[in-house]
C-alpha cells in the first residue's frame, strides 16, 4: 500500500487528507507538532482573533458550515468546526500528535521519503505532503535591544493569555491584519496604548453581526455571493482595475469618516496602492485609536530598551509590555525543514532565491513530494480553503495515478515548471504587488506568496491532471 504522510494538521492538511482518504488511500498519516489540530486557526488565539473572510464562504464544500454564528466568525468557532471536520470524516485518528517534522530526506534506493523528527525518530513514506502552510512561524522584528526589554512582550501569535496588561502602559508594535483585531482589546485594558506603525492600512468597513438560527439555510446562497465578491475583489489588485479605485474611494472614505482629527488621519493614511499590502477590514479600528488614550506613532523604532521603545525623532517611550504583530516568515516556505532529494538536493537551496513550484504544488528534482498552500497560491481576496481544496483534488489525481499505474515516482517536469513561473512572474509583475513592499514579496525582488487575480482560473488550471507534465518512474 502506498503510504502518504502530510506534515500539519490545518485547513490544507485536514482537506487533503478528506480528499485522498475518501479516494480510498488508506495509509495516510499527520504529523503535527502540536497537541492539538488546527494549524494558525490553533496558534492565533489573541482576543478578538477571527476570520476576515465571510464565514458562510469560509468552509469545505464538502461540509459546508450552516451553523456559523456570525458573519465573520471568531477563532474559536473556526477552530471546532476544523475538529468537527477531522472527526466526522475519520481523519482525527490519523495525526500524530507531538511529533515535529525537522528534515526529510530522499531514499534513493526505495524511492522513499524518511522524515525525521525533533525527538530524533525517523519514519518512511512513500509520498509526502507538507501542509505547513505560509504563515506558520511568527516572526519578531530585528530592532535592536529587543531582547533588553525588562517587561511583559509576545507575539500575537503567542499570545500570554496569563500577561497582566490591566491599567499598563502597552506599545503595539505592528499594525496588520491581527493587530487590528487585538488593538481595540488592548485598548479597553490598558492605561495608555501606543501603536508603532511602519505603514498606514487601507480598511474597508465590515459587515459583520450575529447570523440568527432562522437565516442560516441562507448561508449557502450567501457563499456564493461571496464567492462572486472575493473573485471581483482579486481581479482589482490584479489589474488596478475599477474595483481597485472603489474600494480605495471606500477605504478613504472609512477613515474620513471614523477619525476626526486631521493630523492622526494623515498618519492613517497610505501612501501606496490599495491592494499593495493586505487589504483589511474593521469596523472599531478608526474608533479605537481616535481614544484619548490611545497614541499611533508614526516614526520608525530605533530601539528597544529595558523600559520601552525608542524612535527615529528621538523620543523614549516608556512601556510596561509590547505585543508584536510582526507578522510570520512566510517566505522561508518549509524553511524549518531540511529537505534533500535526490543526488543530495536541498530545496533550501532551490529556493534560496525565493520559493517557486508548478501549480504551487510541485519542486522539480524533488519526486514525490507535493504541496499545499505553496508558492503562489495566497490570495489577497477570497478564501484560501477553496484555493487548498483545488490542491487537494490535483494531488488525489497524481496519487491516484501513480498507484493504479504502479509508478515508483512522479516529478514534475521542469521545463513545465519553469515555464508556468516565467509566465507566472510575467502577470505578477503588472498586478499591484509589482512595485510596492510587502510580505508577498522574496528579499530578491520575486513575489513569492501570491496568485495573481481571481480563483476560479486557478481551480479551472487544476481541476485535471495532465500526465505528461510528470516523469513517471
Ligand atoms: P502582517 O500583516 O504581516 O503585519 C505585520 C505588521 O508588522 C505590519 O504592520 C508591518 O509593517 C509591521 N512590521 C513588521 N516588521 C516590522 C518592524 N521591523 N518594525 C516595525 N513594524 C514592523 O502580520 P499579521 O497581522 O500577523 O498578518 C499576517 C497575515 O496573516 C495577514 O496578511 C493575513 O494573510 C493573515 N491573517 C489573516 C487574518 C484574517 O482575518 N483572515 C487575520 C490575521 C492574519 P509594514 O506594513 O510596514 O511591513
Not at 543530495?344 to 510541485?362: I, P, V
Not at 507566472?424 to 501570491?450: F, K
Amino acid at each position: 500500500m502506498t503510504s502518504i504522510g502530510i506534515i500539519g494538521s490545518g485547513f490544507g492538511a485536514i482537506g487533503t487528507a478528506v480528499e485522498l482518504t475518501r479516494a480510498g488511500h488508506d495509509d495516510v498519516r499527520l504529523w503535527e507538532r502540536s497537541d492539538d489540530l488546527g494549524g494558525v486557526w490553533r496558534d492565533n488565539t489573541y482576543p478578538g482573533a477571527g476570520c476576515d473572510v465571510p464565514s458562510p464562504l469560509y468552509s469545505y464544500s464538502f461540509a459546508v458550515n450552516t451553523a456559523w454564528s456570525r458573519r465573520y466568525a471568531l477563532q474559536p468557532e473556526i477552530h471546532d468546526y476544523l475538529a468537527r471536520v477531522a472527526d466526522d470524516f475519520g481523519i482525527r485518528p490519523c495525526i500524530r500528535f507531538g511529533h515535529e517534522v525537522v528534515s526529510a530526506h530522499w531514499q534513493e534506493a526505495d524511492s522513499q521519503w524518511e522524515v525525521g523528527f525533533a525527538s530524533g525518530a525517523t519514519e518512511r513514506v512513500d509520498i509526502l505532503i507538507s501542509a505547513v502552510g505560509q504563515l506558520s512561524e511568527p516572526r519578531l522584528p530585528a530592532i535592536p535591544g529587543i531582547e533588553d526589554f525588562a517587561g511583559t512582550s509576545f507575539h500575537s501569535a503567542r499570545w500570554d493569555h496569563d500577561a497582566d496588561l490591566d491599567g499598563k502602559r502597552i506599545a503595539a508594535v505592528g499594525i496588520g491584519a491581527s493587530a487590528i483585531q487585538y488593538v481595540p482589546h488592548l485598548a479597553e485594558r490598558a492605561e495608555q496604548l501606543t501603536l508603532f506603525q511602519r505603514s498606514a492600512n487601507y480598511i474597508l468597513p465590515k459587515p459583520d453581526g450575529p447570523l440568527p438560527r432562522w437565516y442560516r439555510a441562507m448561508t449557502r446562497l450567501e457563499r456564493g455571493v461571496w464567492w462572486f465578491f472575493g473573485e471581483q475583489f482579486s481581479r482589482g489588485l490584479d489589474d488596478h482595475s475599477r474595483v481597485g479605485r472603489v474600494n480605495r474611494k471606500v477605504a478613504l472614505e472609512h477613515l474620513r469618516r471614523g477619525v476626526p482629527d486631521p493630523e492622526l488621519r494623515r498618519t492613517l493614511t497610505p501612501d501606496y496602492p490599495i491592494g499593495c499590502k493586505r487589504i483589511l477590514f474593521s469596523n472599531n479600528f478608526y474608533r479605537t485609536v481616535s481614544r484619548p488614550d490611545v497614541d499611533v506613532v508614526g516614526d520608525r523604532i530605533t530601539r528597544i530598551t529595558p523600559t520601552g521603545v525608542e524612535t527615529a525623532d528621538g523620543t523614549h517611550h516608556e512601556v510596561d509590555a509590547i505585543v508584536y504583530g510582526t507578522g510570520f516568515d512566510a517566505q522561508d516556505f518549509l524553511s524549518s525543514i531540511d529537505v534533500i532529494g535526490p543526488g543530495g538536493r536541498r530545496l533550501a537551496e532551490q529556493w534560496s532565491e525565493g520559493a517557486h513550484a508548478y501549480l504551487g504544488m510541485y519542486v522539480p528534482g524533488f519526486p514525490n513530494l507535493l504541496v499545499s498552500y505553496g508558492p503562489n497560491t495566497n490570495l489577497g481576496g477570497g478564501s484560501i480553503i477553496y484555493m487548498l481544496e483545488a490542491q487537494a483534488r490535483h494531488m488525489r489525481q497524481v496519487v491516484d495515478r501513480l498507484v493504479a499505474e504502479r509508478h515508483r515516482t512522479v516529478e514534475v517536469r521542469a521545463e513545465v515548471e519553469a515555464e508556468f513561473d516565467r509566465s507566472l512572474q510575467a502577470r505578477l509583475a503588472t498586478s499591484v504587488w509589482g512595485n510596492c513592499d510587502s510580505w508577498y514579496r522574496h528579499p530578491s525582488g520575486r513575489i513569492t506568496s501570491n496568485w495573481p487575480g481571481a480563483t476560479h482560473p486557478y481551480a479551472r488550471r487544476t481541476r485535471q491532471l495532465e500526465p505528461e507534465e510528470f516523469a513517471w518512474t
